[in-house]
């Protein structure tokens, strides 16, 4: 079986392509597999790591602004679109594939679009509630389109959706709270989890900052805290108002978090960004959680992810025009002396959860392609 894989842009669309490609192997370990990505995207970095062949079409996203400079590049995205489509059609004769799947971002377009012309069986993932504008388009083209949430089901009418969920790591189903604290070094007082994206971001990490200050005064909470690559200044600013990270035993600082599983599972109470695949995770650990969207991404799809947890009584939001570190303290400390918010936050995230999401994605692989 041959499996031709489109999706870039972010990690968001990347990793559930190298999931789904996963399970495809471990299920049939002759498959071959090729991945289409962006020249320059993370993807490129992201599919050869994890060992699988990659090839390279270019294309980018419409400015939406009537700017000279932007109006000249969405001048440069129409050729680029032309010249992708033709690229990506010379990749899928020379494969072959059996079946077209694409993960979103704009990559995925001329590929499964081209694709689906060439007559190869196409299906497409989204792991938003509120779709990206790509699979949209692309959604009557492909024989089925798999949603993470059951809200994505109403942007993609007279399409054949299944709920399949996002991909989530197996470390995240298996980690413990008490092996994981202990891990850690952890006691028994409250743990926040925040993090705010690989790069950093500023809002989050000036809020989460006063509340990483008290914390580091009064110790009444551990706090372990990502800052991103951008933040290097964070340890800094808590200095200012009164707290040295270095000194407090209950504060673990550091620009990433490698051991997420670890982490997740040991924490109460998680603060975070409201990306997709975060947010199964956050589900699937049944963790209480305040999600602070990010504004800065296409179709403010991570205030949809969010406030489909929101409605279903398993997270808290603040949105980031609201946001300051007075609001987060006051929202953590209201939760966290709460037992019974945290129980009900936990039921409910779990309730969502969907946690066999491989093995429902592969079900419908076999569906498409008529084998057992």
């Known amino acids: 079986m041959k499996v031709l894989l489109a999706g870039g842009g972010t990690a968001g669309h990347i990793n559930p392509a190298l999931a789904i490609a996963g399970t495809i192997k471990e299920k049939r370990p002759d498959t071959e597999f090729l991945f289409i990505g962006n020249k320059d995207g ?19 996203g419409f400015k939406r602004s009537i700017a000279p400079k932007d109006t000249l590049e969405n001048i440069k995205t129409i050729n680029r679109a032309v010249a992708s489509s033709a690229d990506a059609k010379k990749i899928i004769k020379e494969f072959d594939p059996d079946i077209c799947i694409g993960t979103g971002g704009y990559v995925s377009g001329p590929v499964v679009r081209t694709a689906a012309k060439l007559g190869v069986p196409c299906i497409i993932h989204e792991q ?10 692309l959604a009557k083209r492909v024989k089925k389109v798999m949603i993470a949430v059951e809200a994505a089901k109403q942007y993609f009418a007279k399409c054949d959706c299944v709920v399949t969920g996002n991909p989530v790591r197996g470390e995240i189903l298996t980690a413990d709270k008490e092996e994981s ?84 599972a040991a924490a109460d109470l998680v603060i975070s960004r409201a990306g997709a695949i975060t947010l199964s995770e956050i589900q699937a650990m049944g963790k209480p959680a305040i999600l602070i969207p990010s504004p800065n991404v296409a179709e403010n799809h991570q205030y949809h992810n969010a406030m489909a947890l929101v409605e279903a009584g398993a997270a808290d939001i603040i ?34 959860a969907i946690t066999n999401a491989n093995e429902r994605i592969y079900s419908v692989i076999k569906k498409v392609l008529g084998i057992v």
């Open 181 to 264: 604290r202990k891990a850690l070094g952890l006691d028994g007082r409250p743990v926040v989890l925040s993090f705010g994206g690989s790069l950093g971001a500023q809002k989050v990490n000036e809020a989460v900052s006063d509340l990483v200050a008290r914390s580091g005064k009064d110790s009444k909470y551990q706090h372990i805290h990502a800052y991103g690559s951008y933040g290097e200044w964070f340890p800094d600013l808590v200095k200012e108002k009164g707290a040295d990270i270095e000194a407090c035993s209950n504060l673990d600082i550091r620009p990433y978090i490698d051991n997420m599983p670890t982490c997740m």
């Open 319 to 352: 949105e980031e025009k609201d946001l300051s570190g007075a609001l987060l303290m006051n929202k953590v400390d209201a939760m966290l002396s709460d037992p019974q918010i945290l129980a009900k936050y936990t039921a409910n995230a779990k309730n969502m």
């Open 42 to 60: 993370m993807e490129q970095r992201l599919v050869s790591q994890a060992g699988y062949p990659i090839k390279s079409i270019t294309i980018s």
């Open 128 to 137: 938003n509630a509120y779709p990206g504008v790509t699979n949209k388009l």
